[in-house]
């Protein structure tokens, strides 16, 4: 019945077009952000912490994807630390092709972020839907990739989760890395934790000798592989076959891979790993190869303006989210999201739940300067009034509104963490050794 009358109400007026703010409640866009500046829309995915949903700015009406975090799930995973991690992270980050922050902040019961809303989906439904794509769209999602990471590399920063579920589509068919969850600063020294999920790891994490920002280059090697021959390159039945297949076996081509792939291409997908294992850690050039094999310019600016007539056509027509989602909000949730006012009194919090208070700050990307939290990393980060550091358009201000379709999808993954109990505390005390003294 639900589902009937919800089907009902679409057909007659699209979710998108609901009311951008509620006259009887004003609101206060002078002040600090919070829930009330935002319209809830549809919910659109679900993590390990709390939901994913689309909401509406009442001022501006632009869309956004808001990635919320139950903050006592948040204590009771220990993942405190990770969640203060990535929204300091997300502060200095712009990018064109990174899944960029726009809004922080928390209520008593959530942590909230308030990201670029991807319309396309992620690569992950469309490489089940597909089995596999066409070698020329994943070279132009690898190059735009590659500008991201490579970024992400010259401020310090490497993401440790690279994989199609965390590589979302915006509605042109360009390609954006998100989730930072497990991201980390790096120096010098080199991470021992074990982090990332397995089968996209670097034999470096798995083998736990230490290691640096090639191992996304790795996990992006994996990535392409299994883009373009929809398997991955290494595999095991158990953790201990995938572990020694990551470290030892050679890289193996599938029968009908030269249908698939061009040689120019097998030569850059093995190039990941050669250096690699080889120990040749410095993997700059890497991104300039990747780039010039997919036919891209070496710039941001020059791949930021590349058009891609075939990855637009790899965007479904249909949702590209799981609806479930939306029906499990509106008929299982005991406590459903809504904006409520804080509580005066926060002097009885545990230290974990003060730390989130304190350190979970408010961030407006249309008033504030994006900056690092880092003392390694002291430069000042310039965003202009539209939140963009690097100076192009592409680094995406909110999707309007009234740009939409109703048959367009939205997929936003979220809250990807994958470690064992003990290796979660591990990392966990070594980013608080390394980035909180």
Request: net charge neutral; charged share 25%.
């Amino acid at each position: 019945m639900v589902l009937m009358l919800n089907t009902r109400y679409a057909k007659t007026k699209p979710i998108w077009a609901l009311p951008a703010a509620d006259p009887l409640q004003p609101v206060d866009f002078d002040g600090e952000v919070n829930l009330f500046h935002f319209v809830l829309l549809r919910c659109v995915g679900k993590g390990a912490f709390g939901k994913v949903r689309v909401v509406q700015h009442k001022q501006t009406r632009d869309l956004y994807a808001l990635k919320y975090i139950n903050k006592s799930k948040c204590v009771k995973m220990k993942a405190v630390q990770n969640v203060i991690q990535e929204r300091r992270l997300l502060e200095e980050i712009d990018h064109p092709f990174i899944v960029n922050l726009r809004y922080a902040f928390q209520d008593d019961e959530n942590c909230f972020f308030v990201l670029d809303l991807m319309l396309g989906g992620d690569l992950r439904f469309h490489l089940e839907r597909l089995g596999s794509l066409q070698e020329d769209v994943v070279k132009f999602y690898v190059a735009q990739l590659s500008s991201g990471v490579e970024f992400l590399h010259q401020s310090g920063i490497m993401h440790r989760d690279i994989k199609p579920d965390n590589i979302l589509l915006d509605e042109r068919g360009n390609a954006h890395l998100t989730d930072f969850n497990i991201a980390v600063h790096f120096g010098e020294r080199k991470l021992t934790g074990v982090a990332g999920s397995m089968a996209y790891m670097a034999p470096e994490i798995l083998n736990k000798r230490g290691y640096t920002c090639h191992i996304d280059w790795w996990s992006l090697g994996v990535c392409t592989y299994e883009l373009i021959f929809g398997r991955r390159p290494f595999r095991g039945r158990t953790n201990a076959d995938l572990t020694y297949s990551i470290g030892k076996d050679p890289l193996k081509w599938p029968e009908d891979a030269e249908k698939k792939c061009s040689r120019p291409g097998m030569l850059v997908i093995k190039g990941y790993w050669t250096e690699i294992r080889q120990n040749v850690l410095d993997a700059k050039p890497m991104a300039k190869d990747i780039r010039n094999c997919g036919g891209m310019p070496g710039s941001r600016q020059s791949i930021g303006t590349h058009s891609s007539r075939k990855s637009k056509l790899l965007l479904h027509s249909g949702p590209n989210f799981d609806a479930s989602h939306e029906l499990e909000e509106l008929l299982l949730e005991d406590n459903p999201l809504k904006a409520k006012q804080r509580k005066a009194n926060q002097d009885n919090l545990s230290a974990e739940m003060r730390q989130m208070e304190e350190q979970f700050t408010c961030y407006d990307f249309k008033k504030m300067q994006r900056r690092s939290y880092y003392p390694h990393n002291q430069q000042q980060l310039i965003s202009t009034a539209t939140g963009t550091s690097s100076g192009l358009a592409s680094s995406r201000p909110a999707t309007p509104a009234n740009d939409l379709r109703q048959d367009i999808g939205i997929a936003i993954n979220s809250d990807s963490l994958e470690l064992q109990a003990a290796e979660a505390d591990e990392m966990n005390k070594e980013m608080t050794e390394k980035e909180y003294q």
